[in-house]
């Protein structure tokens, strides 16, 4: 059985086979919320000092990273804009810690570390070969989305200036 541990994802890859035939999209739903969760709580706290816009796009890019991974393995939803190969023996879980993980310490590389700490956290429970095909997915998924985003303009600096007709900010 699975649980979670500091914000970890830990599971069986038996567990991963049943919950795709009962709800495919269940691990994503599961994976989405501990993100979010441990952005609030969690001893890392992502994107605290950031502005919102910014904030909001990061976690955006984490959640359709993880979307996509999910997604390539179990293919219950369209793609939202990556999908690579997959294998049966694939871990939903590697592949959302993955994800989760590659696309955080492109975002966050100061908090690479305990990144780091709770990927190893998701991934001891996860048998050796089912991990290693999750984590590459995740890991493709998520530097597919990272490439996507990487000219989106979130780190232009536009000047603000000053006005005092409608719609002048």
Not at 36 to 46: A, F, K, L, M, N
Not at 47 to 62: F, K, S, T
Request: charged fraction near 20%; glycine fraction near 8%.
């Amino acid at each position: 059985a699975g649980a979670v541990s500091q914000g970890g994802i830990v599971g069986s890859a038996k567990r991963h086979r049943r919950r795709r035939r009962r709800n495919p999209g269940r691990a994503h739903h599961r994976a989405a919320f501990l993100v979010e969760r441990d952005q609030r709580t969690g001893p890392h706290r992502v994107g605290q000092a950031e502005a919102p816009p910014l904030a909001a796009r990061n976690m955006a890019i984490v959640h359709v990273a993880i979307f996509d991974a999910v997604n390539s393995i179990d293919k219950s939803h369209q793609k939202y804009a990556a999908s690579v190969g997959s294998s049966k023996t694939a871990s939903l879980d590697a592949a959302v810690a993955a994800a989760a993980f590659h696309t955080l310490s492109a975002l966050f590389p100061a908090r690479q570390a305990a990144f780091t700490t709770l990927l190893n956290q998701s991934l001891a429970s996860i048998p050796a070969k089912n991990a290693r095909d999750g984590v590459r997915i995740g890991k493709e998924i998520a530097e597919k989305i990272l490439q996507k985003r990487r000219h989106d303009g979130a780190s232009a600096v536009v000047p603000y200036v000053a006005g005092d007709l409608p719609g002048d900010w």
